[in-house]
């Protein structure tokens, strides 16, 4: 009962922080309308962060990340990827639609590009940007390397690393972080190799680090594979790499 209480003050903690320090941007791709959040210190001139967020969407652990972000002196936007009226409702819905974006690459490329025009809209430093992103979003950070976007540097932390290999590799500009949980059954030795290989060949500023004992979603805490540990670790390697590239 205590720990029903405890858990119930905390979500309402939460939801008050998130709606204190992050603000609804709409933006628009096409005919599609999309509802990032911005972190309160928008408007300074300031590095930005974008986030993207896992496959269901935006949600706390993105939130989290993003005001965790803005107390170490950085505007963080949130892309919503998928637009309003499309947010999975269910594993299920959000393997097929994250799944679309993974396959379409070219559109989860365009809806990051956009996401990262409003980051700058909203004060972030042109030359001072970097892209995080989890799971489903750290494909996507992926993708923002291949696309040789204009960022310093993306982190992709329990992303999918897998890419077709009809898809020829190329120059990667942006430096590259990737958070790997060592029991991610969703990547395999094959997978692992050719990410080296296609970084190897794009010349890339790239470090992996492997987590023990961690299996996909281990920095989210409301996971059953949550490793308390292992995720402040890689938080604390996401932003000693942040501050390398954009102080």
Not at 126 to 147: D, M, P, Q
Request: some cysteine; glycine content about 10%.
């Amino acid at each position: 009962m205590i720990r029903s209480i405890l858990l119930t003050t905390l979500f309402m903690t939460s939801g008050a922080l998130f709606s204190q320090n992050l603000k609804t941007v709409s933006y628009q791709d096409g005919s599609q309308k999309l509802n990032g959040l911005v972190t309160s210190n928008a408007g300074k001139k300031l590095p930005g962060v974008l986030v993207l967020p896992a496959w269901k969407g935006i949600d706390d652990e993105a939130k989290n990340a993003a005001i965790e972000l803005e107390k170490q002196g950085y505007i963080a936007f949130i892309a919503d990827i998928y637009g309003e009226g499309n947010i999975p409702a269910d594993n299920d819905a959000a393997g097929k639609t994250s799944g679309h974006y993974k396959q379409n690459y070219a559109e989860y490329q365009k809806r990051i590009s956009l996401a990262l025009d409003q980051l700058k809209k909203s004060g972030a430093v042109a030359n001072k940007l970097a892209v995080i992103g989890y799971c489903f979003g750290g494909t996507g950070a992926l993708e923002v390397a291949r696309s040789n976007m204009p960022v310093a540097g993306i982190v992709s932390i329990h992303g999918s690393i897998g890419k077709d290999q009809t898809r020829k590799n190329g120059a990667i500009g942006p430096k590259m972080l990737i958070e790997n949980p060592a029991e991610d059954k969703g990547v395999t030795q094959q997978d692992y190799d050719n990410l080296i290989k296609e970084m190897n060949e794009g010349n890339a500023d790239w470090q992996i680090i492997t987590y023990a004992h961690s299996k996909h979603t281990f920095t989210d805490p409301k996971s059953p594979d949550y490793n308390e540990v292992m995720a402040k670790r890689a938080w604390n390697h996401t932003l000693m790499f942040l501050k390398e590239i954009l102080k």
